[in-house]
Nanobody, 119 residues
Framework: QVQLVESGGGLVQAGRSLRLSCAAS????????MGWYRQAPGKQRELVAV???????NYAASVQGRFTISRDNAKKMVYLQMNSLKPEDTAVYYC?????????????WGQGTQVTVSS
């Protein structure tokens, strides 16, 4: 079994920063791509940022220049540094990972962490 657990969400004023963390655990052989998605009330889940095992990154246009995704392969962690937050960043943020385990390869999701940005 593979588990992804997010932390670091909360309530913050516009213009401030938050850092999300995601810890992967279980019978992991290799973590391939990892990423963050978000889902705001009444909207579809959308990609925020992704990072390959080699460290290449890609961002949604709406967060480019404000958010930074990073990972620590040794700790099996992925992070999302969110700066200059806006009310429209309010959403549940989900961590996802393309993980190879002893059971095979698959996509795994965390349970989500709420980020609320007040104006």
């Amino acid at each position: 079994q593979v588990q992804l657990v997010e932390s670091g969400g909360g309530l913050v004023q516009a213009g401030r920063s938050l850092r999300l963390s995601c810890a992967a655990s279980g019978s992991i052989v290799r973590i391939n791509g990892m990423g963050w998605y978000r889902q705001a009330p009444g909207k579809q889940r959308e990609l925020v940022a992704v990072i390959t095992s080699g460290g290449r990154t890609n961002y949604a246009a709406s967060v480019q220049g404000r958010f930074t995704i990073s990972r620590d392969n040794a700790k099996k962690m992925v992070y999302l540094q969110m700066n200059s937050l806006k009310p429209e960043d309010t959403a549940v943020y989900y961590c996802t990972g393309d993980v190879s385990s002893f059971s095979g390869r698959g996509d795994y999701w965390g349970q989500g962490t709420q980020v609320t940005v007040s104006s």
